[in-house]
């Protein structure tokens, strides 16, 4: 799995669109991108998930690059019930990988009034 | 939607006692993960199953075992408890047979599991 490095926190107000970049220098050509987010105490939830230019769905958009190094994760008009940690994972999702999510430092989003 | 049910939610432990934690998989669901998240930690892998085998392993202490069984329900396993292995424990699990990107797993609420 490529290694990931994430901001460790963020603050955003309430309507606000929040960005999350993810880099990823070493994501290898069958690497997937996936997001997921974990509120305190609960268990982390599939949130996206991309290969390359621009994946939404009804939660978020995924952005990334041609050169796949860095992807990011936006969050449009967030309420506080978005304040969670957003954790980015890159690896092999098909074929002989075991799929085990290896998480490293995620983000912790605060949303503020 | 059906989702992952994990039994008990909560469980308090003596010191060097034993432990059994149980996943109930999403029906149809073939695969189960189990994660250890210990307190201000992130989730750690620790076990996987697919069709009933062992997958993959992680950083599952050698006091840990695990099985899943013909329903695809998994347990957990853990004797001799220390003082460190209280955390949440999760489940994971999802339908890897129909090619289902395994990493978009479905997770359930966790057992947090207390060692005293």
């Known amino acids: 799995l490529a290694k990931t490095t994430q901001p460790i926190s963020m603050d955003s107000y309430e309507g606000q669109e929040v960005n999350i970049t993810c880099s990823h220098n070493?994501?290898?050509?069958?690497?997937?991108i996936t997001w997921y987010q974990q509120f305190p105490s609960q268990g982390p939830r599939f949130i996206i998930q991309?290969?390359?230019t621009k994946v939404t769905n009804e939660v978020a958009s995924l952005f990334i690059p041609a050169d796949r190094k860095s992807s990011t994760l936006s969050l449009p008009r967030v309420s506080l019930s978005d304040t969670a940690v957003y954790y980015c994972?890159?690896?092999?999702?098909?074929?002989?990988?075991?799929?085990?999510?290896?998480f490293g430092k995620g983000t912790k989003l605060s949303v503020k009034p | 939607a059906a989702g992952v049910i994990q039994s008990p939610r909560h469980l308090i432990k003596e010191k060097r006692e034993t432990a059994t934690l149980k996943c109930y998989p999403i029906p149809r669901h073939d695969t189960v993960y189990w994660y250890q998240q210990g307190p201000g930690q992130d989730p750690q892998f620790l076990i996987s199953f697919y069709e009933k085998m062992q997958s993959d392993k992680g950083s599952i202490p050698d006091r840990f075992s695990a099985q899943q069984f013909s329903d695809y329900h998994s347990e957990l396993n853990m004797s001799s408890l220390e003082l460190g292995d209280s955390a949440l424990y999760f489940c994971a699990s999802n339908e890897r047979n129909l090619g289902q990107g395994i990493y978009e797993q479905y997770f359930g609420p966790g057992t947090r599991l207390t060692v005293t």
């Open positions: 070493n994501i290898a050509t069958n690497d997937y």
């Open positions: 991309g290969y390359k």
């Open positions: 994972l890159v690896g092999d999702g098909y074929g002989g990988s075991q799929g085990n999510l290896i």
